[in-house]
């Protein structure tokens, strides 16, 4: 009530103030609006008399002047007249005028009397007046002079109405205004707060179930906005804690985004993250007029985000998005989440020609095929390698800026777009720890040897002090690259490589997603998912994949052709939806990929579709997650048929979605997720026979022995999920004993110079 009350004050305040403004200005404006016309009736008048006058000047005596002076004293507001010769003397004056009136010659009388006419506001005796005094002329010779003496007193009573008048009414309309501001503000702002404020209480005991609904308007969209993000971080610390407690009394410790947050905080202390990749965590785009940031979808901003909040670190990432450079600083710098603003992101800027070689020359064409036996021929060029080394070193400038002053940095490099940046910032920052992600497969040393710069490559990579991969066996085919291809000692025992008294240890961490899901508050039916693709079967398939010609899609049609040929039971019974986001469009191998699944869709529809009925519904779009979601949980089964893969997290995803414990798995035995997940029905994708009869075991096995099945995979992606990769990864790092690093470093004597790395 308090908070009503002033703010009822302040608006009478303000509204009294402004109401005697405009009261003052327009009580002046009538005061001289009044004092003007009393002006222009006196000259009216003067107009008549002086003719009078100057008629009786040539011929009438001294008698003739006093009547017409008395015959004229009777008009309203009308003093009296006076006549004066050429000396002062008066000639004819009203009666009475001198017992009310002053009758010494004035200053304007006496200007009158030397020819000007004039006319001025006076007081006479305390009384105000009006008097306007003009000559009267015979022959061009001033014979006289005449006063005309108003009463200007009713204006001052006339004003005095006005401000009377002005006050009852800004008085009246401030007790309205008043009232009206509190019952205004006690509906629509002390309800809502006292809203907010009892479900503050409620929140604070643990009873508040949702936050509370305030105004959409402008005024409370802010807070509005504040207070539901403010309840998803209560619930969700909440849940964690519960979660947390139970796992405890269960002697269990399953990690959490908070777990990770407090124990990165614990294990890092002094120390600052520093992490590079080449996908920045936020986005920044004009859509729609304005600009919009945009969160990529990726299991690395679930995983890292935690670990560069808990330490306020710096995330190094690529500019791509079209108003990024609006929305950073000269640097390149700004501060994320938008929202709560815990770490800072800078943003590299790359040219067109230096991403088109780093990115979608080397990286993509060189690289990538190289490191996936999926009988796609590498591509290596010379300018590719230059750009790719020189974006290298751009990275690493940026990094080391952001690591001047910082004590025993720790720094995270993310996958094979940076693999000469380890040797490159530990050259100059020997007291760094630094770790290197390879999230995608390492081949055996006969395919890795087709790379031209294989030594540059490995001698960048050894610069780490950790070097991750998803699965032991890209382990072992890095250790026999290395031992085949330059002089150092392998550490078979621990897994470590030493070159130069440099330590490199090698380690599998498998990536998995957050976790498993909890049962939605509003299910996704499983109709609804038909109606929406118009389709008209019992059972569902689905497969959700990049366009990408690592995940076997043109081999899985070919497994559910196979399916279809030797189970034609399921015809018009069993439709399969492949997710098909486009990648890489502007590479012509990915260009020709598209081109054989959409003529292996259209193939095999004809061959078996009816009418309102195909087997196979492509949709080649993005999705978000939430639609992808909704198709994992209306399948019977999913399909992760990759033809090599360093983990494939759609297998996790689809898994963790599944809160029913329904639902199949079909799992290339190429993925790092199929050592993980051994409830999967586990296939050779090459094998179009073996998927097609997987199909069939999914669609026809027990409900007992499926609910079994996906029990056991969810644990294992519940206990292994993406918080403890991180967890293990810093962990490992923190190991690092650096004092043999810098000692390695010392006896080396000349660092390495900032371009080196290469031929």
């Given amino acids: 009530?308090?908070?009503?009350?002033?703010?009822?004050?302040?608006?009478?305040?303000?509204?009294?103030?402004?109401?005697?403004?405009?009261?003052?200005?327009?009580?002046?404006?009538?005061?001289?609006?009044?004092?003007?016309?009393?002006?222009?009736?006196?000259?009216?008048?003067?107009?008549?008399?002086?003719?009078?006058?100057?008629?009786?000047?040539?011929?009438?005596?001294?008698?003739?002047?006093?009547?017409?002076?008395?015959?004229?004293?009777?008009?309203?507001?009308?003093?009296?007249?006076?006549?004066?010769?050429?000396?002062?003397?008066?000639?004819?004056?009203?009666?009475?005028?001198?017992?009310?009136?002053?009758?010494?010659?004035?200053?304007?009388?006496?200007?009158?009397?030397?020819?000007?006419?004039?006319?001025?506001?006076?007081?006479?005796?305390?009384k105000p007046v009006y008097v306007l005094a003009l000559p009267v002329r015979h022959d061009g010779a001033i014979i006289m002079a005449v006063s005309i003496f108003n009463d200007a007193a009713y204006i001052d009573s006339q004003v005095a109405a006005i401000w009377h008048d002005t006050a009852l009414r800004v008085l009246v309309q401030m007790l309205l205004i008043g009232g009206i501001t509190l019952l205004i503000v006690r509906l629509n702002m002390m309800r809502p707060i006292a809203r907010l404020a009892q479900w503050?209480?409620?929140?604070?005991?643990?009873?508040?179930?949702?936050?509370?609904?305030?105004?959409?308007?402008?005024?409370?969209?802010?807070?509005?906005?504040e207070v539901r993000k403010l309840a998803t971080s209560l619930h969700a610390a909440q849940a964690s804690a519960e979660e947390e407690a139970r796992l405890r009394g269960a002697a269990q410790a399953h990690w959490t985004a908070e777990r990770l947050r407090v124990y990165i905080g614990h294990i890092l202390r002094d120390s600052?993250?520093?992490?590079?990749?080449?996908?920045?965590?936020?986005?920044?785009?004009?859509?729609?007029?304005?600009?919009?940031?945009?969160?990529?979808?990726?299991?690395?901003?679930?995983?890292?985000?935690?670990?560069?909040r808990a330490c306020d670190g710096i995330w190094i990432a690529q500019g791509a998005g079209d108003?990024?450079?609006?929305?950073?600083?000269?640097?390149?710098?700004?501060?994320?989440?938008?929202?709560?603003?815990?770490?800072?992101?800078?943003?590299?800027?790359?040219?067109?020609?230096?991403?088109?070689?780093?990115?979608?020359?080397?990286?993509?064409?060189?690289?990538?095929?190289?490191?996936?036996?999926?009988?796609?021929?590498?591509?290596?060029?010379a300018e590719d390698w230059k750009a790719y080394r020189a974006v290298n070193a751009k990275f690493a400038e940026a990094a080391l800026q952001e690591m001047e002053g910082a004590e025993n940095p720790v720094v995270l490099l993310q996958d094979y777009h940076f693999a000469l940046l380890p040797r490159l910032i530990k050259d100059r920052r020997p007291d760094a720890r630094v770790a290197i992600f390879w999230h995608i497969p390492w081949p055996n040393p006969e395919a890795f040897g087709i790379c031209p710069w294989q030594h540059e490559l490995l001698a960048g990579l050894l610069g780490a002090d950790l070097i991750g991969f998803h699965i032991q066996s890209h382990c072992n085919n890095f250790m026999?690259?290395?031992d085949r291809t330059l002089e150092c000692r392998l550490e078979w025992e621990r897994f470590a490589i030493n070159r130069g008294r440099r330590i490199t240890l090698v380690r599998p961490f498998p990536i998995s997603v957050p976790g498993v899901?909890?049962?939605?508050?509003?299910?996704?039916?499983?109709?609804?998912?038909?109606r929406k693709l118009a389709l008209k079967c019992d059972r569902i398939g689905v497969g959700v994949d990049r366009l990408d010609y690592t995940k076997g899609i043109p081999e899985r049609l070919r497994g559910i052709e196979s399916f279809l040929d030797n189970h034609p039971y399921y015809l018009e019974r069993f439709t399969f939806i492949q997710v098909g986001a486009p990648s890489r469009t502007h590479i012509q191998r990915y260009q020709a990929l598209q081109d054989e699944v959409n003529a292996e869709v259209a193939r095999i529809n004809e061959r078996f579709a009816t009418r309102g009925w195909k087997p196979i519904v492509f949709l080649d779009r993005h999705h978000s997650h939430e639609e992808i979601r909704a198709l994992y949980r209306a399948a019977d089964l999913c399909m992760v048929t990759s033809l090599h893969d360093g983990m494939n997290l759609v297998a996790k995803e689809f898994v963790a979605s599944r809160d029913d414990d329904c639902g199949a798995l079909i799992l290339s035995q190429f993925t790092g997720a199929s050592r993980e997940l051994?409830?999967?029905?586990?296939?050779?994708?090459?094998?179009?026979q073996q998927v097609g009869e997987a199909i069939h075991q999914a669609l026809t096995m027990d409900s007992e022995e499926r609910v079994r099945r996906m029990r056991r995979m969810r644990r294992v992606v519940k206990e292994q999920n993406v918080y403890r990769w991180a967890a293990d990864i810093v962990h490992e790092l923190s190991e690092v004993r650096i004092k043999e690093t810098l000692q390695a470093s010392r006896e080396r004597k000349e660092p390495a110079p900032l371009l080196s790395v290469g031929r």
């Fill in 200 to 225: 503050a209480r409620e929140a604070r005991i643990g009873r508040t179930a949702s936050p509370v609904e305030l105004p959409q308007d402008d005024g409370f969209g802010p807070l509005t906005v």
């Fill in 272 to 308: 600052r993250l520093f992490v590079v990749s080449n996908r920045e965590p936020y986005e920044h785009v004009h859509r729609g007029g304005s600009i919009e940031v945009t969160v990529p979808a990726s299991g690395l901003v679930t995983a890292l985000e935690p670990i560069l």
């Fill in 678 to 688: 051994e409830d999967a029905i586990v296939v050779n994708p090459y094998d179009t």
């Fill in 480 to 482: 026999e690259s290395v």
């Fill in 517 to 530: 899901d909890r049962p939605p508050e509003v299910e996704m039916e499983r109709g609804s998912v038909l």
């Fill in 1 to 126: 009530m308090r908070l009503g009350l002033r703010l009822s004050l302040w608006l009478i305040a303000g509204i009294t103030c402004v109401s005697l403004l405009f009261a003052l200005y327009q009580v002046e404006m009538e005061y001289q609006s009044r004092r003007h016309e009393l002006r222009r009736r006196t000259e009216l008048l003067a107009e008549t008399l002086q003719l009078t006058v100057e008629r009786l000047g040539e011929e009438g005596s001294q008698a003739d002047l006093q009547l017409l002076v008395d015959r004229f004293g009777n008009r309203e507001h009308l003093e009296g007249v006076a006549i004066y010769d050429q000396n002062g003397t008066p000639l004819a004056m009203t009666t009475g005028l001198s017992a009310k009136l002053d009758p010494r010659l004035n200053a304007g009388e006496q200007a009158a009397l030397k020819g000007k006419q004039t006319g001025e506001f006076i007081r006479s005796r305390g």
């Fill in 323 to 381: 108003a990024d450079r609006e929305t950073a600083d000269t640097k390149g710098r700004l501060r994320v989440p938008p929202d709560t603003q815990q770490y800072t992101l800078r943003r590299v800027w790359l040219e067109k020609d230096e991403e088109q070689g780093f990115y979608s020359g080397f990286s993509n064409e060189g690289i990538w095929p190289l490191c996936h036996i999926a009988h796609t021929r590498p591509i290596f060029r």
